[in-house]
C-alpha cells in the first residue's frame, strides 16, 4: 500500500462498521491475499483451494472425499470437479472401496507430496511476513480464536 493510499485509509471514518467481524476479516483478507498469491498462488501455480486441499491431504494422507468436501463447505459436485482438475495434474489419486462404490478415499501422489511440501514451505514465508508485526503469543492467540470461530461457522 502507497503512503498516499495509507493516508486514505486512515482518514475514513470507520465507527459504524467496526463492530463487524466480517468487515475485519474483510479488510485482512485483502494483505493476505497479496501474499498468498506473491509466496504461494503465483510461484507454484496453486489456487487458494488447491493450495488447502494439498495441506490437507499433506497432513491426512487418506481422506475420503466426502469428508473432504463437508469440511471444505462445497457440494459434492463442486469436489469433485476440484479434484479432477488436480487429478488431470498428477496430484493426487482417487480410490473406491471395493464394498461401497460411494465412498472415495483421496490422497497424494509423489507429485502431490512434493508439490505440498513445497507449498507447506512458501506458506511460512507468507505467514511470517502476514504476521510479522504480532508477537508469538498474539499469533497463536489470532488462530486460536479465528479456530474458535470456524468451528461454529454453522449459520
Known amino acids: ?16 462498521i467496526e463492530h463487524v467481524f466480517g468487515y475485519h ?6 494483505p493476505a491475499k497479496a ?5 504461494v498462488g503465483a510461484r507454484l501455480r496453486l489456487s487458494r483451494v488447491e493450495f488447502t486441499i494439498l495441506m490437507l491431504l499433506r497432513s491426512n494422507p487418506v481422506l475420503n472425499q466426502k469428508k473432504l468436501a463437508q469440511f471444505l463447505a462445497v457440494s459434492s459436485p463442486t469436489i469433485t470437479v476440484l479434484l479432477d482438475k488436480m487429478e488431470q495434474k498428477s496430484w493426487l489419486a482417487r480410490e473406491r472401496a471395493e464394498s ?3 465412498h472415495v478415499d483421496v490422497s497424494l501422489t509423489g507429485v502431490g507430496k512434493k508439490l505440498a511440501d513445497q507449498a ?5 514465508t507468507y505467514e511470517g511476513e502476514m504476521l510479522r508485526h504480532l508477537t508469538a503469543a498474539e499469533r497463536a492467540m489470532l488462530l486460536e480464536l479465528l479456530d474458535r470461530v470456524a468451528r461454529h461457522r454453522r449459520v
Open 120 to 124: 507447506h514451505s512458501a506458506s511460512l
Open 100 to 102: 461401497d462404490r460411494r
Open 35 to 39: 501474499s498468498f498469491d506473491k509466496h
Open 25 to 30: 476479516l474483510a479488510m485482512a483478507y485483502v
Open 1 to 16: 500500500m502507497s503512503e498516499a493510499q495509507k493516508l486514505i485509509v486512515d482518514h475514513v471514518d470507520q465507527s459504524s
